[in-house]
């Protein structure tokens, strides 16, 4: 069942109890703070049945490419949140109606076929307005889920660190915020109160944005804290050559994380099942230390909320040297889910990363389609066609990244007293030692720097009044 209790990693006093709705949150009496978090997956039988509700607008990936199901997203998005979806009600517009979503006669039908699928759930694919769902619910009678919840629903369900969990909900609570009055409204209804009217109903929910407010607040700074304790991890990793894969959500990083690594991560053909970002050394031919991670999938329209709480766990993306951007070659509305990739970068600040086209599921594309695939790689530098499942390609794409990883080395020839064999033994830690001459007038090293470390042997050289190469001195 959507939206399940948990009970926050915050904590909250225990004279306060909340009754959580979609995307908000008010007090009842004798209830307990109830969220959508890490909820138990659903058996086929209990699942909520839902009618999906969508405007198809002139830029929708069904409206553009042939043979696309316009709610084969949205359901299986619903399917992960363990909901099962019966029907849907389209309309084509030019753009949602503001107050309605859609033109009343498709709220009537829309409560129609609700009718006829004893559906307990509307599921809207699009982010609507607080105004928007009041309406849709006035008609239909029932709860109204937008498609910003449904995802932030999946992505509780998911979270597993503790990081996650508070970026979760820091994100639903936020979202709530608009919709307080959305939900007090409910209870209105519940209890007969009018609705807009002065008195104990607007005190609490005052009382409520105040709550969340502070709530937020406390989850904001627990966060800025994790963000530091992550910068300095970070810095003690700014030696190594960082890599991140980035992508649409289920195009199959986390499988090509475990085929480059052999890491034992979990991978699931399903939506989303990768939200904290896992790093693993990569063992290359380098002469210094190579990181993978793997980061949470990104989506169409997915909420602004979202992804400015994930900030910290998309850090790894933002400082890493070069991203993979691993694409579902097989999927019929790859444009979009690359688009969709690519100003979700932008939004977080990586869209001047060195980035390459990694396209994967090279053995699920059809034979009719490679051509167009063909055209990909020639018109994209730096792309490779890839199956992280069954290795195909992966030889050549690990080759390219060694090719990289040997331009980023910094080389030398060095000339050191025998006196000074201290420097020699420094070098060593420093750098990939091609050879080493032991001569008359000194030890002589023919060395390949490990990242930024040129720099600081040339300092030692300089503190010790030495600076030049055999050629110079």
Request: hydrophobic residues 35%.
């Amino acid at each position: 069942m959507l939206y399940q209790r948990w009970e926050s990693p915050m904590g909250i006093p225990r004279d306060a109890s909340y009754f959580s709705h979609p995307g908000a949150y008010f007090r009842m009496a004798k209830q307990s703070f109830d969220l959508p978090f890490q909820a138990p997956s659903p058996s086929q039988d209990d699942r909520e049945v839902a009618v999906v509700l969508k405007v198809l607008t002139p830029g929708d990936p069904s409206e553009n490419v042939g043979d696309v199901d316009p709610v084969g997203e949205i359901t299986a998005l619903a399917d992960t949140a363990g909901v099962q979806v019966v029907s849907s009600v389209l309309q084509k517009r030019s753009k949602p109606h503001t107050a309605t979503y859609v033109g009343k006669g498709k709220l009537t039908e829309l409560k129609e076929a609700a009718e006829l699928a004893n559906a307990q759930l509307i599921i809207v694919d699009d982010p609507i307005t607080p105004a928007q769902g009041r309406n849709i619910e006035e008609v239909t009678e029932l709860r109204v889920v937008d498609r910003s919840e449904l995802i932030m629903d999946i992505f509780a369900r998911n979270a597993r660190t503790h990081q996650a969990k508070i970026q979760i909900e820091l994100a639903q609570l936020k979202y709530s915020q608009s919709r307080l009055t959305r939900m007090w409204t409910h209870l209105s209804r519940m209890e007969g109160g009018a609705v807009g009217t002065r008195g104990p109903g607007e005190t609490q929910l005052e009382t409520d944005r105040r709550i969340v407010r502070k709530k937020i607040s406390v989850l904001n700074s627990r966060l800025q804290e994790i963000e530091k304790q992550s910068r300095t991890q970070h810095k003690s990793r700014e030696e190594s050559f960082r890599i991140a894969l980035v992508g649409y959500t289920n195009a199959g990083k986390s499988t090509l994380m475990k085929r480059l690594t052999g890491a034992d991560i979990l991978v699931e053909d399903r939506l989303f099942s990768t939200l904290d970002t896992s790093t693993r050394q990569w063992e290359l031919d380098l002469p210094f230390d190579v990181l993978l991670s793997d980061t949470v999938g990104f989506i169409r329209k997915l909420p602004h909320d979202l992804v400015a709480s994930f900030q910290a766990t998309l850090m790894e993306a933002r400082e890493a040297d070069l991203l993979l951007h691993v694409i579902d070659a097989s999927s019929k509305t790859i444009e979009f889910d690359m688009e969709s990739v690519t100003r979700t970068l932008k939004r977080v600040g990586c869209d001047e990363h060195p980035c390459w086209m990694i396209l994967n599921k090279l053995d699920k594309i059809p034979e009719e389609r490679r051509i167009d695939l063909q055209h990909m790689l020639a018109e994209n530098e730096n792309s490779y066609a890839i199956s992280a499942g069954t290795g195909s390609g992966v030889d050549l794409l690990v080759e390219k990244i060694l090719d990289l990883g040997k331009q980023r080395q910094d080389s030398g020839l060095y000339q050191v007293p025998h006196a000074r064999a201290d420097l020699a033994a420094k070098l060593h830690d420093l750098a990939q030692v091609v050879s080493e001459e032991f001569a008359e007038d000194g030890i002589h090293l023919d060395v390949r720097f490990k990242p930024g470390m040129k720099a600081r042997w040339e300092s030692a050289l300089r503190d010790a009044g030495l600076s030049g190469t055999p050629e110079s001195d």
